[in-house]
């Protein structure tokens, strides 16, 4: 009868056998020998279920993701966008990425060039959660689960704007089993709101007792122009640039990308990047930008040849879309203490640039009276409240010139 081994003396087979595939070799001694004599040789069918053990202890390489570029025609884009199929970059606010996918969830990619880019991130209508993405290259797994066979729809939209850093879309990484699916369509209905940072919806998220204004507290989704494109059912793009007016920037300079410069472009602090208007043609644009006061009076006729020259550069890039001038948000009507007199004047700017544009035969133009708010006192720019008051301004004229 063999005896049984001292405790501590020899290891098992499988042990033996695992020592020697995973880890460094072992020295056999004599003790071991003897001992191993005195063990009863495993019969075939245990040597067999050993191996298998073995095998099953192995470690199993999960399947590659499946890379999605980004210009696949199953991710959809609304905004102004330069896209490849390495990647879709933004430079904009309110830019929306739209996809659907059913089974495990996919990892999205995105870059920022700096640390202040934020998206919000919904799923189905649910109400967003923010990201931030770190600067450089991100890889975001989704947090959505899996999805049933007909999909779940996720939604990026831009949070913030171009001064903030631009951001690009990289694509998708699909795990084994996640499938994705032709997106809903955009509506057919289309706005355009340009402007400056009233427009991007800047620190539009900056509640007391907090009054946070850092790129964070930015929120393109609640300004005044994308709630009215959901309250109308509408695409919407937003050509905005935060202190840029038609002349000046809010500090005086005019040697930087002002309205004019970068309106044509993809991406407003790139020059060359030019945007086609037939890729995207608005039933209504809406121009507020009160952004060349804020260095203090304007020689009014000067600016009014200015405004007029703008307004002429949109409708050659749009002819066929009726174009709403509004005052600024910012401008103070003096309820504030404050003396009106740039409200006033911009308000007689916008006047002589629509008689102009009538007598030239161009009908679809037209001037809409929209609210002065204070912001907070800690910060001129706009709350998110304040916004929807200024969508409710602008709400009856849009319906109005187009229907809706």
């Avoid at 390489?61 to 884009?77: C, G, K, S």
């Avoid at 039933?283 to 020689?299: H, L, R, S, Y």
């Avoid at 890039?317 to 709403?324: D, E, Q, R, S």
């Amino acid at each position: 009868m063999a005896r049984a081994p001292a405790q501590g003396g020899h290891k098992s087979l499988a042990s033996t056998a695992r020592g020697r595939l995973f880890g460094p070799a072992t020295m056999i001694t004599p003790a071991d020998d003897e001992d191993r004599l005195r063990t009863p040789h495993p019969s075939r069918p245990m040597r067999r279920y050993l191996c298998l053990l073995l095998i099953g202890a192995l470690p199993v390489r999960a399947a590659a993701p499946t890379a999605v570029p980004a210009n696949d025609a199953r991710i959809a884009y609304m905004g102004r966008v330069e896209l490849s199929a390495q990647k879709a970059e933004m430079g904009y606010p309110g830019i929306t990425i739209r996809f659907v996918y059913r089974g495990p969830a996919p990892i999205m990619r995105l870059t920022g060039d700096s640390p202040n880019c934020f998206f919000n991130l919904s799923c189905n209508g649910w109400d967003p959660v923010v990201i931030k993405l770190n600067q450089g290259a991100n890889e975001i797994p989704l947090p959505t689960g899996i999805a049933p066979p007909g999909g779940w729809l996720v939604e990026l939209v831009r949070r913030t704007e171009s001064w903030m850093g631009t951001a690009s879309f990289d694509g998708l990484l699909l795990p084994a089993g996640c499938e994705l699916l032709p997106p809903p369509a955009w509506p057919d209905r289309r706005l355009m709101f340009i402007g400056d940072s009233l427009t991007c919806g800047e620190y539009n998220e900056r509640f007391p007792q907090e009054n946070d204004s850092t790129p964070r507290s930015t929120n393109a989704a609640r300004s005044y122009g994308m709630l009215l494109a959901r309250w109308l059912g509408a695409q919407v793009h937003l050509v905005s640039y935060g202190g840029r007016g038609i002349t000046r920037d809010w500090s005086g300079k005019t040697d930087v990308n002002i309205l004019p410069v970068f309106f044509p472009l993809t991406l407003p602090d790139r020059p060359g990047s030019d945007w086609a208007p037939s890729r995207y043609k608005p039933d209504v644009i809406v121009i507020n930008d009160g952004t060349d006061f804020d260095a203090g009076p304007q020689d009014e006729a000067k600016f009014t040849d200015a405004y007029a020259a703008f307004v002429g550069q949109v409708r050659s890039a749009y002819p066929g879309a009726f174009i709403l001038l509004t005052e600024s948000g910012f401008q103070s009507d003096g309820s504030d203490g404050r003396p009106r007199i740039a409200r006033d004047q911009l308000m007689r700017t916008m006047q002589e640039v629509v008689e102009r544009r009538h007598k030239a035969g161009d009908s679809r133009i037209r001037v809409v009276r929209t609210g002065f708010f204070p912001g907070t006192p800690t910060n001129g720019h706009l709350v998110a409240f304040q916004h929807e008051q200024i969508a409710l301004d602008l709400l009856g004229p849009i319906r109005e010139v187009t229907g809706w």
